[in-house]
T-cell receptor, first 114, second 114 residues
Framework: NAGVTQTPKFQVLKTGQSMTLQCAQD?????MYWYRQDPGMGLRLIYY???????DKGEVPNGYNVSRLNKREFSLRLESAAPSQTSVYFC?????????????FGQGTRLTVV | QKEVEQNSGPLSVPEGAIASLNCTYS??????FFWYRQYSGKSPELIMS????GDKEDGRFTAQLNKASQYVSLLIRDSQPSDSATYLC??????????????FGTGTQLKVEL
């Protein structure tokens, strides 16, 4: 009953360091997403992968890269972390089956860049 | 223009009252609509989904959709202090190349007062 699993849950980085956030889903969903959430800003889409083999920029892609490794896994990479990237990051996956659309979230990663 | 708009609130209602949360969206082709509840420090959890015009009821929650007006609402009857949270409206769009895209509003903070 895992659903969407993202790691790590917490991370502190120094400015300029790099890291990769991992996300995996076991619901056979085609679409996966990375969002960031800052106070008062709601969930802002960084990148998404509508289906395996495709990735597209969302609302705030600068400073990030993504990889859709396979249907289950979608990773987010920060090549050179900046304090402005301090945020809570959520991975999500979704599937549309007509009237039975569903979308679920991971538990979030709280990232601090100092 | 942001794709999904919500009033950020806070919306304060007394315990036992009806809370009314509203959302508008810009893409007439949007297919499915969701309401998520998010407690502070937690990931969003799905509480309602709606796909057709009209009302959909689930316990104390009623979602309303008007595609002509591009408007989605959530009514919470008999509001309880435990309903105090941020409510996020989300829209899913089916992409011509396959897969789907999930976009969120900024959320409305609801406070239910004793």
């Amino acid at each position: 009953n895992a659903g969407v699993t993202q790691t790590p849950k917490f991370q502190v980085l120094k400015t300029g360091q790099s890291m990769t956030l991992q996300c995996a889903q076991d619901m056979n969903h085609n679409s996966m997403y990375w969002y960031r959430q800052d106070p008062g800003m709601g969930l802002r889409l960084i990148y998404y992968s509508a289906s395996e083999g495709t990735t597209d920029k969302g609302e705030v892609p600068n400073g990030y890269n993504v990889s859709r490794l396979n249907k289950r896994e979608f990773s987010l990479r920060l090549e050179s972390a900046a304090p402005s990237q301090t945020s809570v990051y959520f991975c999500a996956s979704s599937e549309y089956w007509g009237s039975n659309t569903e979308a679920f979230f991971g538990q979030g990663t709280r990232l601090t860049v100092v | 223009q942001k794709e999904v708009e919500q009033n950020s609130g806070p919306l304060s209602v007394p315990e036992g009252a009806i809370a009314s949360l509203n959302c508008t969206y810009s893409d007439r082709g949007s297919q499915s609509f969701f309401w998520y509840r998010q407690y502070s420090g937690k990931s969003p959890e799905l509480i309602m989904s709606i796909y057709s015009n009209g009302d959909k009821e689930d316990g104390r929650f009623t979602a309303q959709l008007n595609k002509a007006s591009q408007y989605v609402s959530l009514l919470i009857r008999d509001s309880q202090p435990s309903d105090s949270a941020t409510y996020l409206c989300a829209v899913i769009d089916i992409l011509t190349g396959g897969g789907n895209k999930l976009t969120f509003g900024t959320g409305t903070q609801l406070k239910v007062e004793l």
